[in-house]
């Protein structure tokens, strides 16, 4: 690698992966907390959406004429990656305090490669914009689950 | 960074599709080779005159039926095709990427640039309307027709293996043709799996056929007597060669041939904006794409001599900065930037210009014969890094020849119209681009450059679909060009009806 330009290809690959994971850390936390299965299931067919939509965004979108390849410098995806394992019969704080610290990464890395890709087709940010947004939703969703500090 | 799933495991051997059916071919075989890796990853077969003479013969007895099912149907076929290739988009674009050698990037954006072909022949019931007016005379109407007239044959190059047959198939087979295709034996397979999704689209038993080979194939395509057209993209003396041919047996042609573009900069451009999209310009495709730029030249206009020198230096500086981290390896992996070049006699003659271009006073700013490979295990065999001369004039081998190969040019110009002499002086019009925030630089390099296809601040000039793929001078023999609204001309006969009743 150059060290600071990442290929759109890797940039896709990444979005992929996160919210595969993602998808896979809430439905994990549907299991663990009944209670609450509702709003993690809709999480989870969130995650799924999300990724279908960035990945149709792109196929629909790149062209040999663009900068594939050249357009995402100042990009580091070690900056996005988390710790994604759940410990042991965590506590709905715990569970939840890290899905946030996930979803506040997802922000980051949408809001990132949307401003590095300002300068390809208007498709290719927005679709990065809409999906920072709905993280953004997602971490504020959260918040409302959290139980008073004792 | 991971290498992506390969989808061709082992080695296919390939088959012509001639009339609907899968046949041998009694031809030799050849290697297809991944340039990446060095693999053997199938056998295609140099097809003989009585093979391409059998899917001729199975085409023009497929027309007349074609040609009559109703253009809403054939455009179903085609929206049906569509669907198969979107289904099949990755999987199609890493077949390209282990013919070719392209980055998995380019390769998906081959296959959006194919599918976009296919797309807007599905409008084919409006693109092939013809025209009418009544009372030209007293009681006389005129109605002009657009009639297919059988048989198209299309000769594939290369370095656009999925891409470039879909110039012209897509049109030729909606207009109510069929097709012949002969893709490239250096890169045969992604018309391979083409055929075998037109096949599941349900487009009919002769219409759309596949023989692979070399000149045997091709010669028996060009003096067969049936095949009413030939479509051609690669070299221009080969391309010359082929309008002559068909010229003399009266077949229409479509030839879009060589190129040496020109990219000229002028004071007033955004450097930053500029050299990132230089860099796919140049070395996109591994520079093997006839788009592709290749002299770059900083024009001084309004700068006195000291202050072209700082441009000069300016832009320089930062194109071989950004062209110096490009990473270089298979195409396969996402973290790569410039594949390989196809094979290693490309290779050999890439060097050997770059030799040239020392040898010819020229400066070696980057040399790409010595470069860092992503994927230390991979044979070197048709890699090569970007590499930038300076002080290159117009006269200079470097300059004047195609060279399809990630090489770059630096030239000065003192003002535009020197710049516009330079692309003027050269024997290719293929494409020819503008960098400058400049709308009345802009307005004349586009209004008298001689190329057909003029970037102003766009580095790849690609029309598209909807577009004519354009060329001029020594890029292109022919009169219409490929894709959209001219394709349709090229694909059918206008035939006009003066009608009066009593």
């Given at each position: 690698m150059n060290g600071s330009t990442l290929t759109a290809s890797a940039i896709v690959s990444f979005s992929q992966d996160l919210e595969l994971r993602l998808a896979t850390f809430y439905k994990e936390l549907e299991q663990r907390f009944p209670e609450h299965a509702e709003l993690f299931h809709s999480f989870v067919l969130s995650c799924e959406k999300t990724g279908k939509q960035v990945v149709r965004t792109y196929q629909e979108t790149?062209?040999?004429?663009?900068?594939t390849g050249y357009?995402?410098?100042?990009?580091?995806l070690e900056a996005y990656r988390l710790d994604w394992d759940l410990p042991e019969a965590p506590s709905l704080r715990e569970a939840v305090e890290m899905a946030q610290a996930l979803e506040t990464s997802a922000v980051a890395f949408y809001s990132d490669v949307a401003g590095a890709s300002e300068?390809?087709?208007?498709?290719i940010p927005r679709a990065f914009k809409r999906a920072g947004r709905t993280h953004q939703r997602r971490r504020e969703a959260l918040e409302a689950l959290l139980p008073d500090p004792v | 960074m991971a290498i992506l799933k390969e989808p061709i495991r082992g080695v296919l051997d390939l088959q012509n599709y001639i009339d609907g059916e899968w046949v041998d071919s009694t031809g030799e075989l050849q290697d297809i080779v991944?340039?990446?890796?060095?693999?053997?990853i199938g056998h295609v077969p140099m097809s003989t005159a009585d093979e391409m003479a059998a899917a001729v013969a199975a085409a023009q007895a497929a027309f007349p039926e074609w040609r009559r099912t109703p253009p809403l149907a054939r455009a179903r076929c085609l929206f049906r095709l569509k669907e198969l290739l979107e289904d099949s988009f990755e999987e199609l674009s890493r077949i390209q990427t282990m013919e070719h050698g392209k980055t998995i990037d380019e390769s998906r954006g081959e296959t959006r640039r194919g599918i976009e072909m296919v797309e807007v022949a599905t409008g084919i019931p409006n693109l092939m309307m013809g025209a009418n007016l009544e009372d030209v005379a007293a009681g006389i109407d005129e109605t002009l027709i657009r009639q297919p007239l059988g048989v198209f044959g299309i000769i594939a190059p290369f370095n656009f293996p999925f891409m470039v047959p879909l110039w012209f198939a897509p049109f030729a087979v909606a207009t109510g043709n069929c097709v012949v295709v002969k893709p490239s034996p250096r890169a045969p397979l992604s018309q391979s799996r083409i055929a075998e999704l037109a096949e599941e689209a349900g487009i009919?038993?002769?219409?759309w056929s596949v023989v692979h080979g070399d000149q045997e194939a091709a010669s028996a395509m060009m003096a067969h007597?049936?095949?009413k057209g030939v479509c051609f993209v690669g070299s221009t003396p080969v391309g010359r060669e082929i309008y002559r041919r068909c010229g003399a047996t009266g077949k229409r042609v479509i030839a879009q041939c060589g190129a040496k573009n020109f990219a000229v900069v002028m004071p007033d451009a955004d450097i930053d904006m500029t050299v990132a999209s230089l860099m796919t310009s140049f070395f996109g495709n591994t520079g093997q794409?006839?788009?592709?730029?290749a002299n770059l030249v900083v024009v001084g206009e309004g700068l006195s001599a000291s202050e072209h020198d700082a441009f000069y230096r300016r832009v320089v500086d930062a194109f071989v900065s950004m062209a110096s981290r490009i990473t270089v390896g298979?195409?396969?992996?996402?973290?790569?930037?410039m594949g390989p070049i196809k094979d290693p006699s490309s290779k050999e003659r890439v060097l050997g210009y770059i030799q040239k271009g020392i040898e010819e006073g020229a400066?070696?700013?980057?040399?790409?014969?010595?470069f860092d490979l992503v994927?230390?295990?991979?044979?070197?065999?048709?890699f090569i890094g970007p590499t930038v001369f300076e002080d290159?004039?117009?006269?200079m081998t470097l300059a004047q020849?195609?060279?399809?190969?990630?090489v770059a040019a630096m030239i000065r110009a003192r003002s535009f119209d020197e710049a516009l002499s330079m692309i003027d002086a050269?024997?290719?019009?293929n494409a020819a681009s503008i960098f400058t925030s400049s709308g009345r630089w802009a307005r004349e390099f586009r209004y008298r450059v001689a190329c057909g296809n003029i970037g102003v601040n766009v580095g790849i000039a690609a029309p598209m679909a909807f577009f004519p793929f354009s060329g001029m001078k020594d890029s292109f023999f022919g009169v219409l060009h490929g894709q959209g609204q001219e394709a349709v001309r090229f694909f059918t006969e206008s035939k006009v009806v003066i009608e009066r009743w009593f």
């Open positions: 790149v062209s040999d004429a663009l900068e357009s995402f410098g100042g990009i580091s300068s390809l087709l208007a498709t | 991944n340039p990446a890796t060095m693999t053997t009919p038993e002769g219409v007597p049936d095949v794409r006839c788009l592709a730029n298979y195409g396969l992996d996402e973290a790569v930037q400066t070696l700013r980057l040399d790409g014969r010595t994927g230390n295990e991979l044979p070197r065999d048709c290159v004039t117009p006269e020849d195609e060279i399809f190969g990630p050269n024997p290719y019009g």
